[in-house]
C-alpha cells in the first residue's frame, strides 16, 4: 500500500512539546499528547496495520481457552520488518524526536514495535512495568502508545500510575494475575495519581521502562486497536540479564550485542539523533 505523499510529509513534521510537558514527563514518566497524528494517517495506519495484523496472527483459540496474559491481546512484534508501509509510521521523525524531548537524550534507537489488539470481550491487562523484560542498563526507555481510533474507558485504553516509576516493589514480577494483584495492593497505599482516561483519535501516550500501568477490559463488540514502539537513548547499553525474560528479549530484540556496549544491532537502527 502506497503511502500518500500528505501522510509523507506530515510524519516528517516535528511535534512542538511546551516546556511544561516536558517537565510533567520528567516528574510523572507518562503523558498524554493529543492531536500527534492527524485524522487522514490515523485512518490510513489503520487500515494498513490492521492488514498486517491479519496477516500474522496465529491465535486460533477462543477467549475462554486464553490465560489472562492471552485474553488481554493479540501481540504482534515488529512489524516494521515485514511492512515497508507500517515502517514509516515506526520509522517516523516526528514520533522519535517527541521521545527523544521528553527523555531529554540526543536521540533514540528502535528497541521494537509491537501491535496490541485487544478483541471485543477481551480481558484486562495486568499491572505491570515493561523494564521487568528489558536487559537494558538505564531506565532511558519509552513506549509510545497509539491507539488507531477513539479509545473510550470501554475499550480498555491504558491507565498510569503517574510517577511510580520510584517504587520498587512489583518490578520483578512478570505480567499476569499475580502483578494485578501484587501491584494494585501496593499502589492503593500510595498517592500516586491513577491516570484512566478516554483518547481522542491522533492521542498518543509516552511512558518510561518502569511506571506501572494496566489497561482495562474492552466491553464492547469492536477491536481496540493499538500500535505501540519502544525506544531507547541511542547510547543504551546492553546490561547483564536478571532473568529469563532479558536474556530472551536480548536474542529476540539485539541479536549480536554485547553486554556493556551500546545496543547497535541492525534490529536497533537511530531513528532520530538531535
Known amino acids: 500500500m502506497p503511502i500518500p505523499s500528505s501522510i509523507h510529509a506530515f510524519l516528517q513534521q516535528p511535534f512542538k512539546l511546551s516546556n511544561e510537558q516536558v517537565q510533567y514527563y ?8 493529543k492531536q500527534v497524528l492527524n485524522e487522514e494517517t490515523v485512518q490510513f495506519f489503520n487500515e494498513a496495520i490492521s ?7 496465529t491465535v486460533v483459540e477462543s477467549l475462554e481457552e486464553r490465560s489472562t496474559y492471552g485474553k488481554a491481546f493479540l501481540q504482534l512484534f515488529n512489524l516494521w520488518q515485514v511492512d515497508e508501509t507500517v515502517k514509516q509510521l515506526i520509522f517516523s521523525k516526528r514520533l522519535a524526536k517527541i521521545a527523544a524531548d521528553l527523555m531529554q537524550t540526543d536521540g533514540v534507537r528502535i528497541y521494537h514495535d509491537q501491535a496490541l489488539f485487544k478483541e471485543g470481550g477481551g480481558g ?3 499491572w505491570h512495568a515493561d523494564q521487568y523484560y528489558w536487559p537494558l542498563e538505564t531506565d532511558k526507555t519509552i513506549t509510545a502508545w497509539m491507539p488507531l481510533q477513539a479509545t473510550p474507558l470501554e475499550m480498555g485504553p491504558l491507565e498510569f500510575s503517574a510517577g511510580s516509576h520510584i517504587i520498587v516493589e512489583g518490578r520483578e514480577l512478570q505480567i499476569g494475575d499475580e502483578s494485578e494483584i501484587t501491584i494494585q ?6 498517592d500516586f495519581k491513577h491516570v484512566i482516561e478516554p483518547f481522542d483519535a491522533g492521542e498518543i501516550s509516552f511512558h ?10 474492552n466491553i464492547t463488540n469492536q477491536m481496540r486497536k493499538v500500535m505501540t514502539i519502544i525506544y531507547m537513548d541511542k547510547n ?6 536478571e532473568n529469563e525474560n532479558q536474556i530472551n528479549d536480548w536474542n529476540t530484540w539485539c541479536p549480536g550485542a554485547k553486554v ?10 537511530v531513528l532520530y539523533d538531535a
Open 26 to 33: 520528567q516528574e510523572n514518566r507518562c503523558i498524554k499528547l
Open 51 to 57: 492488514e498486517r495484523v491479519k496477516q500474522m496472527n
Open 124 to 126: 484486562i491487562t495486568p
Open 185 to 190: 495492593k501496593k499502589l492503593r497505599v500510595t
Open 208 to 217: 518510561s521502562g518502569w511506571v506501572f500501568h494496566r489497561a482495562g477490559a
Open 236 to 241: 543504551m547499553r546492553l546490561k547483564q540479564p
Open 260 to 269: 556493556g556496549e551500546i545496543i547497535n544491532s541492525p534490529l536497533n537502527p
